[in-house]
């Protein structure tokens, strides 16, 4: 067996630390429960930097989503009719925060200005969307290197035992979550 995952929990809490950092007060989250252990884990890290920073939590902030960019538009829309709104968003992987972008503008509002999304994943398309997406970089290529490694050294033992490891991940700061000094509201 192999197994190679990140810490979905400290992944999260950095995050949020960034958001608050950023001043942010009002972070929402949107998840994917059917994801099972990410979804919590990652939940959990949304919760214990809230309360690490003395932030209430809202549950009016947290919205759970299916794999249907649909449902990402819906929950995005949902959250920006709250009253008030959040000031950023925390989104499970990055085509959701993509699509929360897009919501954003659409609604005559400015990422980050107005909303700071953060996704998760650090795809090729968080870097060229606009403006760039914050991300959670998961390290894909060395965890396809390191299984092709326990492959080969179970192909020639298959007696070896099984392989678990948790690889490290960390926030890439991009233009979805910058303050450009243009009039946040925090």
Known sequence: SID???????????????????????????????????????????????????LPLDDTLVLSTINDPSDWVRAMQALLALQPPPTAVLAFHDQMAIECIHVVVEAGLQV??????????????????????????????????????????????????PVRQTLAS???VRGSTLDTGTGSRR
Do not use: C, N
């Open 4 to 54: 190679y995952t990140t810490d979905h929990f400290a992944a999260a809490v950095a995050s949020m630390e960034h958001l608050i950092e950023l001043g942010h007060q009002r972070i929402a989250f949107l998840g994917r429960p059917t994801l099972g252990k990410i979804h919590f884990d990652r939940l959990a890290g949304y919760h214990h930097a809230l309360r690490a920073a003395q």
């Open 170 to 172: 960390r926030v890439i």
């Open 112 to 161: 980050p200005d107005d909303v700071a999304i953060v996704g998760s994943d650090d795809l090729y398309s968080a870097q060229v969307t606009r403006p760039a997406l914050t991300t959670i970089h998961t390290p894909f290529v060395e965890m396809g290197r390191l299984a092709m490694e326990v492959l080969l050294r179970r192909l020639a033992d298959p007696a070896a035992p």
